[in-house]
């Protein structure tokens, strides 16, 4: 297995491009082991021509972690699912394998993914690596972007360091979810749980490589202690100053590519494209993380 740096930025490796291995195999400890260590050093780590089912994606996801359960579907019954519950639907379709309608509820609560995020940080114990793969992509659009939050850090002039160091912010989907426009109260009762707001660190410290990264998403809502407008203004100011171009990789999708990314360090967001018209069928795994980041609320 051999890694090329695909993008470097102020401060190093980000993107890597990895060839000489087959991930629908069985691997061995080593191979796992030099994946997670290509993972620390570049944080997105792309492969091509990985020809998955939705069973080889999931047991080669288990080399990492636990798999979160997939709430993707949210706006739908867990009838109306396509994929399996370890598996996120990141499609288009219908379980009909039609393409969803302008109106649909599932497509328009999936445009979330426009905005620049950390796969579940609204939860406690956010998520650690997502793995997505690519079945079908659109002739056009369509890219995912990656924002390197170690760099984005890095570049933080002492000053906001030392401010931000300990600040704890609260991540909810309510947040991202009235971004784009939806009223609070339009909300599948069985998704209570993704609307109490979680603590999270806004710094993350990564536990191998010890470096500091920025801790931003979609879903943060407020600074604790502060008041909520100079919050929002606030983490603004550092979603804008993180996702300069300096620090940012587009990728550009071919069937069959697996991209891994790590929500510690990373932020991603999707691009356009013509989703009335071309299918684009994306599965993603997810892996667990392993703790919190902060205290949380004690429940009243
Ligand atoms: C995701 C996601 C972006 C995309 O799978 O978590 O945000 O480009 N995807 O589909
Ligand atoms: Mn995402």
Redesign the pocket.
Known sequence: MDITPLTRNPSGDFVGDVTGIDLTKTLTAQQVAAIEAGMDRFAVLIFHDQHFDDDTQLAFSRNFGDLEISSGGEMSKPEDRRLKLEM?D?SNLDRDNKMRAADDRVRLNALG?RLW?S?ASFRAIPAKY?L?SARVVPGAG?N?EFADMRAAYDALDDKTKAEIENLITEHSNAYSREIIGFPKEDYGQQNQDKLRPVRQSLIRTHPVTGRKSLYLSAHIGTIVGWPTPEARAFIRDLMEHATQPQFVHAHVWRPWDLVIWDNRTTM????RYDDLREVRD?R?STIRGDAITAPQQQAA
């Not at 991603?268 to 691009?271: D, G, L, N």
């Open positions: 996120a990141i993914n995020h796969d997502s997505l369509g995912t991603h967001r999707a691009r994306m993603r």
